[in-house]
């Protein structure tokens, strides 16, 4: 089985810019996050979707920060403005449910410049 | 509050064995999972106690104790590819939904 796809691996930019990740999880997996993970961290959850719906965001900066999942398959992340302390590892995962074991894709590393 | 307690670096020799201990206190608590992080990869699955004792999957095995909030992962006859970061991660259930809170990493360093 295919893993969890995301993309792009490496992304430099400057402050203030905007960025946008890519995730296509596991075919048939319900459940789809997004985490943050700071360089020595654990991951941070940003987001959490069910199919496509909002599970839980309760830690994504919303007012730079939006995500979606339009059609319950791949999803978007996206960071607008760009601030310093956004640079970080930007990792997707997917579950069959929000209860199973999760699968991650390589992540995103994100600096900010 | 939810929390998780592991150390954050521990060293070991290869062929040995190393246990990473997991303590945590959250609200919701349903049960206890540990991941390998290779240095720039993704985190992996390796194993999930909801029950009390002793999970063996191979050269791993976890260990839980709900009563005492501690959970454990055991790795046995250590190959330098083990040198890695382990996370526990508490499934906890708030709001109806099942959140997967993080510690912070144990980085494992194995020497020849």
């Known amino acids: 089985e295919a893993g969890v796809a995301q993309s792009p691996r490496y992304k430099i930019i400057e402050k203030r810019q905007s960025v946008a990740f890519w995730c296509n999880p596991i075919?048939?997996?319900?459940?789809l996050y997004w985490y943050q993970q700071i360089l020595g961290q654990g991951p941070k959850l940003l987001i959490q979707?069910?199919?496509?719906?909002?599970?839980?965001d309760s830690q994504l900066p919303k007012d730079r920060f939006s995500a979606e999942r339009l059609k319950g398959v791949d999803s978007t992340l996206k960071i607008q403005p760009a601030k310093l302390e956004d640079s970080a590892v930007y990792l997707c995962?997917?579950?069959?449910?929000?209860?199973?074991?999760?699968?991650f894709g390589d992540g995103t590393r994100l600096s900010i410049l | 509050g939810q929390s998780l307690e592991q150390p954050s670096e521990v060293t070991a020799v290869e062929g040995a064995i190393v246990q990473i201990n997991c303590t945590y206190q959250?609200?919701?608590?349903?049960?206890l999972s540990w991941y390998q992080q290779h240095d720039g990869g993704a985190p992996t699955f390796l194993s999930y106690?909801?029950l009390d004792g002793l999970e063996e999957t191979g050269r791993f095995s976890s260990f839980l104790s709900r009563s005492d909030s501690y959970g454990y992962l055991l790795l046995q006859e250590l190959q330098m590819k083990d040198s890695a970061s382990y996370f526990c991660a508490v499934r906890d259930l708030g709001d109806s939904n099942y959140q997967l809170i993080w510690g912070a990493g144990t980085k494992l360093i194995i020497k020849p």
């Open positions: 979707f069910q199919n496509n719906g909002v599970v839980d």
């Open positions: 959250t609200s919701g608590f349903y049960g």
């Open positions: 106690n909801a």
């Open positions: 075919s048939g997996h319900a459940t």
């Open positions: 995962a997917s579950s069959l449910y929000g209860n199973q074991p999760q699968h």
